[in-house]
Structure formats: C-alpha cells, structure tokens
Nanobody, 116 residues
Framework: EVQLVESGGGLVQPGGSLRLSCAAS????????MSWVRQAPGKGLEWVSA????????YYAERMKGRFTISRDNAKNTVYLQMNSLKPEDTAVYYC?????????WGQGTQVTVSS
C-alpha cells in the first residue's frame, strides 16, 4: 500500500519556524521527485517547493525563496520542508506529493497555523 504521511505541522507565532516531514512507503521513493503543495483556507492549491529524485536540484515558489528549504533522505524515504520566518499568510494545509512519470501520490496533509 502506498502511503505518504506528513507530520510536523502545528501552531507557531509569526517569525517562527517549523519542520515538516513526509514519510513514504509502498513505492520506490528514490525514483520519485517530491513536492510540497499547500492549500490556504478558502483558496486553491499552491505549489510550494520541489526536489528531484537525488536531492541535487531544488525548486521554490518565489514567495518561499530564502525562507523555506526542501530536502530529502532517500535512506529514510522521507522528504522535509524547513520553514523559517513564517508569516500568517503561510497558514495552510501542507501536502506532500510524489511524482514519477504518469504516477503520482498524495499525502493526507498537515495543518500549519501561523498566528500570534
């Protein structure tokens, strides 16, 4: 059974940090590029960041550059998103997504709330 399980979300004050994790199982993790996508309340999906299968190439939405860092540990079948300098507008459900050619998998999401 394919699973992507996100964790690490929570409530944080503006300016704070969180580290999200996404643990994968049921597929060959290092065949897949991984992404983080978020959905703010009442809004559509927004792509956040992506990393290639090796971790050698990373990509960020403009708004996240310099604040968020994506990484992966293929030995642990896990992708991470380090989020610093969080803002209230970063409040959203964060999903991880794995893609390899036509195949794609989604996690169930983890809530991040940035509020004082």
């Amino acid at each position: 059974e394919v699973q992507l399980v996100e964790s690490g979300g929570g409530l944080v004050q503006p300016g704070g940090s969180l580290r999200l994790s996404c643990a994968a199982s049921g597929f060959t993790f290092d065949d897949y590029a991984m992404s983080w996508v978020r959905q703010a309340p009442g809004k559509g999906l927004e792509w956040v960041s992506a990393i290639d299968w090796s971790g050698g190439n990373t990509y960020y939405a403009e708004r996240m550059k310099g604040r968020f860092t994506i990484s992966r540990d293929n030995a642990k079948n896990t992708v991470y998103l380090q989020m610093n300098s969080l803002k209230p507008e970063d409040t959203a459900v964060y999903y991880c997504h794995g893609a390899s050619g036509p195949m794609g998998y989604w996690g169930q999401g983890t809530q991040v709330t940035v509020s004082s």
